[in-house]
């Protein structure tokens, strides 16, 4: 089956950057959408970024958009989120996610339950 490690998780404070990776095993990984989801305690898990299998169409939260980037390397297997300028409130849990169909809209790309395989996290916190 698909699984999933993220890494790249730390403390900085604001304005610093971070890049998270995650890496895929146990699948053909250029036939996943992968999705990036975050979580801090007490919050629903959000969705901040995704990309598509086939053409590589990138979709990001409002709330990242210009500031954060979302990649993937088929030949390593892998998918990173480049995060910017970072705040306190991004601080939360990061998780990697997978589906084994594509993904064509934001709509789609948002949702949990779009995805069927997931990373056990990397953790990102931010001070001030």
């Known amino acids: 089956q698909v699984q999933l490690m993220e890494s790249g998780g730390g403390s900085v404070q604001a304005g610093d950057s971070l890049r998270l990776v995650c890496s895929v095993s146990g699948g053909t990984f250029s036939k996943l959408a992968m999705g990036w989801f975050r979580q801090a305690p007490g919050k629903e898990r959000e969705f901040v970024a995704a990309?598509?299998?086939?053409?590589?169409?990138?979709f990001y939260a409002d709330y990242v958009e210009g500031r954060s980037t979302v990649a993937r390397d088929n030949s390593k297997a892998t998918v990173s989120l480049q995060m910017n300028n970072l705040t306190p409130e991004d601080t939360a849990v990061y998780y990697c996610?997978?589906?084994?169909?594509?993904?064509?809209?934001?709509?789609?790309?948002?949702?949990?339950?779009?995805?069927?395989?997931w990373g056990r996290g990397t953790q990102v916190t931010v001070s001030s």
């Open positions: 990309i598509s299998w086939a053409s590589g169409r990138t």
């Open positions: 996610a997978a589906r084994d169909r594509n993904l064509g809209t934001l709509n789609m790309a948002v949702r949990t339950l779009s995805y069927g395989y």
